[in-house]
């Protein structure tokens, strides 16, 4: 059974670099691509961004300049840095499998990224 | 971007259907067949429940069905149970390798 755990700071200042990792377990992260999904409190989901087990990534528009995802297959997991934060960003990230044909079938739990001073 | 159009709420009695709708244009919805569904109880993360638009996968219940008309997805829960109630969200492939969920609807079993 594949599992997902997302692990990072859950405060971060205001103009800094929000830093996550998702540590796949139970599989390999090769062969599928791997995203990353944010939910600011109490609103709707946003996809952030996808990295595949090769390093191919791309983002959403509204936060590339902002947005790095990068995988490292030897540790069996992958990160997001989002840098610049700011109060909007406060959210619960989740990191996510997707099945290379934009849906996705195992999430981690969550974490709950708060951006303030 | 814009996220796909979805009405907050849906309800309906035990026993019951109820119809999701999930509109956007032919840049998303109506252009790919890469639409999904997600089931997210209160304090969960969200749950796959049908993918490339009418796909279920193992263990989601087949009384959950998905379809697409134009620019328009749609989930449809049939013989409503009291677990269903949840909030359910929409995800579709918007071209140029990017994704968009939809606003997502409460659904209340009453």
């Known amino acids: 059974q594949v599992q997902l755990q997302e692990s990072g700071p859950g405060l971060v200042k205001p103009s800094e670099t929000l830093s996550l990792t998702c540590t796949v377990s139970g599989g390999s992260i090769g062969s599928y691509y791997w995203g990353w999904i944010r939910q600011p409190p109490g609103k709707g989901l946003e996809w952030i961004g996808y990295?595949?087990?090769?390093?191919?990534?791309n983002y959403n528009p509204s936060l590339k300049s902002r947005v790095t995802i990068s995988v490292d297959t030897s540790k069996n997991h992958f990160s997001l840095k989002l840098s610049s934060v700011t109060a909007a960003d406060t959210a619960i990230y989740y990191c996510?499998?997707?099945?290379?044909?934009?849906?996705?079938?195992?999430w981690g739990q969550g974490t709950l990224v708060t951006v303030s001073s | 971007q814009s996220a796909l159009t979805q009405p907050p709420s849906a309800s309906g009695s035990p026993g019951q259907s109820v119809t999701i709708s999930c509109t956007g244009t032919s840049s998303d919805v109506g252009g790919y067949n890469y639409v999904s569904w997600y089931q997210q109880h209160p304090g969960k993360a969200p749950k796959l429940m049908i993918y490339?638009?009418?796909q279920r996968p193992s263990g989601v219940p087949d009384r959950f069905s998905g379809s697409k008309s134009g620019n328009t997805a749609s989930l449809t829960v049939s013989g409503l149970q009291a677990e269903d109630e949840a909030d359910y969200y929409c995800f579709s492939y918007a071209g140029s390798d990017n994704g968009v969920f939809g606003t997502g609807t409460k659904v209340t079993v009453l």
């Open positions: 990295v595949s087990y090769s390093g191919r990534t």
């Open positions: 490339e638009v009418t």
């Open positions: 996510a499998r997707d099945l290379n044909d934009w849906a996705h079938d195992y």
